[in-house]
């Protein structure tokens, strides 16, 4: 009996990997940021508040996300000052002790920062993200966002 090898199937499979990245979907135009999926979200009286990362996930380890302020009027970024973002892993009703978090402005409404949530032992796990800021009147606010962690 004779067999048949498939070598159209291995040549087919290494010329895709060499082609696929010329490609690849530009979903952004040269300048701006890359798309951004909404990881968690809150409407305020008078804004939009939004966690976004590059793929709407937010895992264990490190993550790199984007805070994103508008108008709920307007859409346009909202002028906040002085954001702080905490992470609180909740296990049951219990809160544990909360992850500070990096953040910095990068545009107007728009502040980016880096998180290591650690190790997972609950899959998927429940986090409260506790964001702090300043809005346009100079008046604390203090908003509570929830997040799933997988």
């Known amino acids: 009996m004779r067999t048949r ?5 291995s ?24 798309a951004n999926v909404t990881v968690a979200a809150k409407k305020t009286k008078y804004l939009l508040i939004a966690i976004i990362t590059p793929d709407g996930r937010m895992r264990g380890g490190e993550n790199s996300f984007c805070i994103v302020f508008k108008s709920k009027e307007t859409q346009v970024p909202a002028e906040v000052h002085d954001v702080k973002i905490d992470f609180v892993l909740l296990v049951g009703k219990i809160e544990e002790k909360p992850i500070k978090a990096e953040i910095s402005r990068s545009e107007d ?7 290591n949530l650690g190790k997972q032992y609950y899959v998927p796990a429940g986090y409260y993200a506790f964001l702090t800021y300043r809005d346009a009147n100079g008046k604390r606010r203090r908003q509570r966002l ?5």
């Open 146 to 150: 929830f997040v799933r962690v997988q």
């Open 11 to 34: 040549i087919s499979l290494m010329l895709l990997t060499v082609i696929s990245p010329s490609f690849q979907i530009r979903t952004s135009s040269p300048g701006s940021h890359p």
């Open 5 to 9: 090898s498939k070598p159209h199937l």
């Open 109 to 115: 409404g728009r502040f980016c920062g880096r998180v």
